[in-house]
């Protein structure tokens, strides 16, 4: 399995203020699938992504990306860990914004070891015509592709998404899912995304459903819906 996960808690504060956010979490993902986990603020979706792109330390269990073990890793390793692993996009783009569209891109490959083509990147991603322009004379979905494209420069064999669509409009919710699902199928990148939209889990490979900081239900999807047929994004 390419991502496991065992028995993996979590909490914060202490004495009155203490909460155990995960509460032992085990589940995996196999490698090129695209992956959806959902439940309620609060159940512990983001906290378990977080922990898997090393960004949180989780106070025990297993966390295993393509045979790398990265409990226990120091924050030097975490950082190479991340590096040669992983893309991050997040609701909100982070774009540096005094850099151009090719620039922020840029700002990834040049850390990766094999780097995608930049110019295959942009025609891909839509972005060839704007890869001159500056952050603020984008379209949220624009931006949100940049973000996308500088997460995907790297080649990242696990692509971690936290909310990608929660701050677009439904037209453009549903370009962003049927690029990912094409991403998805041309460089068999793993995705593993949390959302709250209840739509995209038809489009996806797995479910996990999380709740209460535990793994309430998963299973595979036997038919999966094509992101451009999703309905009520």
Known sequence: MYLQVKDVKKSYGKDTSYVQVLK????????GQ?????????SGKSTLLNCIGGLDTMDSGS??????EIFGLKPAQLSDYRRDNLGFIFQFYNLVPNL???ENIQICQHIA????DMDELLETLGLTEHQNKF?????????QRTAIARALIKNPKLLLCDEPTGALDSKTSRDILILLEEINAKYGTT??????????KNM?????????GLVKKEYMNETRTPAAELEDL
């Open 113 to 116: 070891e094999k780097p995608l």
């Open 204 to 212: 996806v490979h797995k479910v996990i459903i999380i709740k209460d």
């Open 100 to 102: 151009t569209v090719r």
């Open 63 to 68: 966390i295993t990306v393509d045979g790398k």
């Open 135 to 143: 952050p603020a004379q984008l379209s949220g979905g624009q931006q």
């Open 191 to 200: 995705m593993l995304i949390v959302t709250h939209n209840n739509s995209i």
């Open 24 to 31: 032992g979490i085990s589940t995996g993902l196999e490698r």
């Open 34 to 42: 695209m992956c959806v986990i959902q439940g309620t603020s609060g």
